[in-house]
């Protein structure tokens, strides 16, 4: 499931059924549901997790 990210706001092209932003220490930071968009909390790197139509994805970014 692709992703777009600029500045802080993390997209999809469509409305996804969860996205969830985990810290690198493994901690859940944001949890959103049927949503197409979603703010990273801050500044550092995340692993983000989205979920739509029964699939899963995982994206390791760097937020600047």
């Known amino acids: ?3 777009k990210i600029a500045n802080r706001a993390i ?3 469509f409305t996804v059924d969860a996205i969830e932003i985990y ?3 493994g901690q859940k930071v ?3 549901n049927n ?3 979603v ?3 801050a500044t550092g790197s995340y692993i983000i997790k989205v979920i739509a139509h ?3 994805s995982t994206h390791k970014v760097m937020i600047h």
Do not use: E, S
């Open 1 to 3: 499931i692709p992703i």
């Open 11 to 13: 997209t999809t092209n």
């Open 23 to 25: 810290n690198l220490l």
């Open 30 to 32: 944001v949890a959103v």
């Open 35 to 37: 949503t197409d968009n």
């Open 39 to 41: 703010t990273a909390p």
């Open 54 to 56: 029964g699939k899963k």
